[in-house]
């Protein structure tokens, strides 16, 4: 089940809001738990009990780790809980890459293959190990008591508001909301607000430009404007689906009683690497900041020790990505390099870039590392790299043409428009709060949900793209 689906928006979110706002607060918890385990078990009830056991082994890893004599054995314990883990998320994401890297090479020498089942990857799996990792982390430092209450715990880990696809929410940021929390109109109604900006960003921009994006990725030879094309689609696609997906999880959150924090700050607009990793996937971000750059050292010691652990941390961020191929292994070194080069070219004093300059090569590198994020292989990432470079000619070709509609370039248009709006808020803000702007901030998220609804009914649910990380 998809937030962006009939079976979601007509059955399963008035069904549970009826109950969870009738019953007592004490039982809220409980209801929040029963209903996310039926809401992955839509999917697969199989995988709902790998999903159950993580959730029991997360919340026994934080008595155990709490409970344990010394600051080594807790230390120890962590260990074990992290690295079983660590292993079952690395199973479902690398089985099948490392069986075909295998074949590849017994192929080459003629051997044969290996007798192999595909191995289908959990939706949701890597969301759900980071955060019991945080979590256990937090214990063992001391960060945050285990929680004693199994249902307390499992509603935190297993809420389908942010399940499938984060934010990655950590046990501290909503402890005190777990514990006890209230459901006021006014956060309702902005919740809402917020999940049907989501549900828009989702399905009038991400939906309608993904067709295209399958479409030219999907070409042998694409040409410099195929490949262009393609790859601004997919940049505008990728965001306004991820960030959506957050929108929509924040909203839900706010409508439950919870606080989330924001996921994105206008990524696009970002002046540097750098500061593109401070507005992208901000759960993630703060993640690997926190629990693996610091520890590993950070920048304490030294330049170089700095940039080879901001190179390690970034490629295990792209292994975490990773599912389907080694691209998203080079995607994390990539922009490890790039953060490497940035970090580097600060420290031995170098040229200051013009500040349009510096956006410009920004959004070009990070276009440039989507295409690797979005190939289907290595040679089909290289086969758009002669795209965008020309070596393929220059026009667009007959199958571009033909699939092209006049909807990808509003659905486009959309987007970059909605990208680049942020660059007028203050004067937007600054204009007179009258009736009119009201009724338009609150009438507009309204049509855009019926809009979308409308296209959900006629062309079916798209899953999101990060259902597949």
């Known amino acids: 089940m998809v937030f962006a689906s009939l079976e979601f928006l007509t059955l399963f979110l008035p069904a549970f809001l009826a109950i969870y706002v ?121 960060t945050v008591a285990a929680d004693r209450s199994m249902i307390r715990y499992g509603a935190y880990q297993g809420m389908f508001v942010h399940l499938i696809a984060g934010p990655i929410i950590r046990y501290a940021w909503v402890r005190r909301e777990l514990v006890s929390r209230e459901i006021d109109w006014d956060g309702f109604a902005a919740g809402a607000r917020r999940l049907m900006v989501g549900m828009s960003m989702k399905v009038l921009v991400a939906d309608t430009l993904s067709p295209m994006v399958d479409a030219i990725f999907s070409l042998h030879a694409p040409t410099l404007a195929d490949a262009w094309l393609g790859c601004g689609f997919y ?50 971000s703060s993640w690997i900041r926190d629990y693996l750059y610091i520890p590993l050292g950070g920048n304490r010691h030294g330049e170089w020790q700095a940039c080879r652990n901001l190179l390690l941390t970034m490629a295990i961020a792209g292994l975490w990505h990773g599912g389907d191929s080694w691209n998203f292994l080079l995607w994390g070194l990539v922009h490890g390099i790039a953060l490497m080069v940035a970090r580097l070219w600060r420290r031995f004093d170098m040229p200051t870039m013009p500040s349009w300059l510096s956006h410009v090569l920004t959004l070009v590198f990070v276009m ?102």
């Open 22 to 142: 009738a019953l007592p607060a004490r039982w809220r918890n409980g209801v929040l738990l029963f209903c996310s385990w039926l809401f992955y078990g839509w999917w697969s009830p199989v995988f709902l009990l790998l999903f159950i056991a993580l959730t029991f082994w997360g919340w026994f890893g934080g008595m155990v780790i709490d409970r344990a004599p010394s600051q080594r054995a807790r230390g120890g314990w962590l260990a074990v809980f992290i690295v079983v883990n660590v292993l079952i998320l690395g199973w479902y994401k690398y089985a099948n890459i490392v069986v075909d890297s295998l074949d590849s090479v017994l192929g080459a020498g003629h051997a044969g293959s290996i007798p192999w089942r595909h191995v289908v990857l959990p939706i949701g799996l890597s969301f759900i190990v980071l955060q019991s990792i945080s979590y256990l982390i937090d214990v063992q430092r001391g």
């Open 235 to 284: 940049t505008l696609q990728l965001f306004f689906d991820f960030a959506g997906y957050s929108a929509m999880a924040i909203g839900l959150g706010q409508m439950l009683g919870f606080r989330f924090p924001e996921n994105f700050k206008h990524p696009y607009l970002a002046s540097s690497i750098q500061d593109f990793w401070r507005r992208w996937h901000l759960s993630l």
């Open 368 to 469: 440039l590392a989507w295409t690797l994020f979005r190939a289907a292989g290595f040679p089909a990432a290289l086969a758009m790299y002669r795209g965008q470079f020309g070596l393929n000619g220059i026009g667009l070709s007959d199958a571009t043409l033909v699939p092209l509609r006049p909807v990808h370039a509003l659905a486009a248009g959309l987007g970059i428009v909605c990208v680049l709006l942020p660059l007028w808020q203050q004067r937007w803000d600054s204009l007179p709060d009258t009736a009119l702007r009201q009724l338009w901030q609150a009438g507009w998220p309204l049509a855009g949900f019926l809009l979308s609804f409308g296209l959900i009914v006629a062309r079916g649910a798209v899953p999101f793209l990060y259902f597949q990380f």
